[in-house]
């Protein structure tokens, strides 16, 4: 059987590649990196403003008790018809000039690299990592913030009450929840994908000649396992009863 003419296109490769469990697992990893960084971080700021306003709810007015600040944030300056002030209790963090939202982003940036960090070393997102990643977080919130910090949070992490240390493994733990979900939502949408690919893939190969096909299978022999492989064989198994 000749191998001389046929090669498979990058599309072909890039298909059979997809439906590989390990190559799937890998292009979840890649793409949950590229994409789901900065939308957990985005996520994190915004789920610690909605705690930080939460206590400031009130039932009767339906509305957060207002804590108006100024803004240097031209842009958004800009978007509010000019205004320099800001009810940042009554603003959702997406439309907060960015100085309201910068000690929140700054959490989440620190608290989600935490976690990828310990995700790129294979270390287990457990109870010792929590611990060690809030010490992180509350080591590098000292660092912007200790010139004003309370007494009862200006100190080492060690020696904070469990009241103080509960509040930065919150947020760590939250990271992690975050992450978790990205990966599983990323994970489906690649199986989804790779379905519906072999999908088309399969229905393709009805069309393909039995020597196209004999051809693929010595070429992919090796490389490629599972469905693909087998509805391959399956095929030309069909083809060959049928005579062709």
Do not use: C
């Amino acid at each position: 059987m000749s191998m001389e003419g046929y090669k498979p296109s990058a599309k072909e490769v890039s298909k059979a590649e997809k439906m590989m469990t390990d190559e799937q697992w890998n292009a979840s990893q890649q793409r949950e990196k590229e994409v789901g960084v900065a939308e957990r971080i985005e996520d994190l700021g915004s789920q610690l403003h909605e705690e930080w306003r939460k206590p400031r709810w009130r039932e009767a007015t339906k509305d957060y008790e207002p804590r108006v600040k100024k803004t240097k944030d031209e842009a958004w300056s800009q978007a509010h018809g000019g205004a320099v002030e800001v009810d940042i209790a009554n603003t959702p963090y997406e439309n907060l000039p960015s100085e309201w939202q910068g000690e929140n982003k700054i959490s989440a940036e620190v608290a989600v690299a935490e976690v990828e960090k310990a995700r790129e070393d294979g270390q287990p997102l457990d109870e010792v990592f929590v611990e060690a990643a809030s010490s992180t977080l509350h080591d590098k919130w000292l660092e912007r913030n200790g010139s004003w910090a309370p007494p009862e949070q200006n100190k080492p992490y060690a020696e904070l009450s469990e009241e103080e240390k509960e509040k930065d493994r919150v947020i760590i733990k939250k990271a992690v929840e975050l992450t978790l979900e990205g990966i599983k939502r990323s994970n489906v949408a690649i199986e989804e994908k790779g379905h519906q690919e072999f999908v088309e893939w399969e229905e393709g190969l009805k069309h393909q000649s039995l020597s196209s096909l004999e051809d693929q299978a010595d070429y992919f022999s090796g490389r490629v396992t599972g469905a693909r492989a087998d509805a391959l064989h399956a095929e030309i198994k069909r083809r060959k009863e049928a005579g062709e």
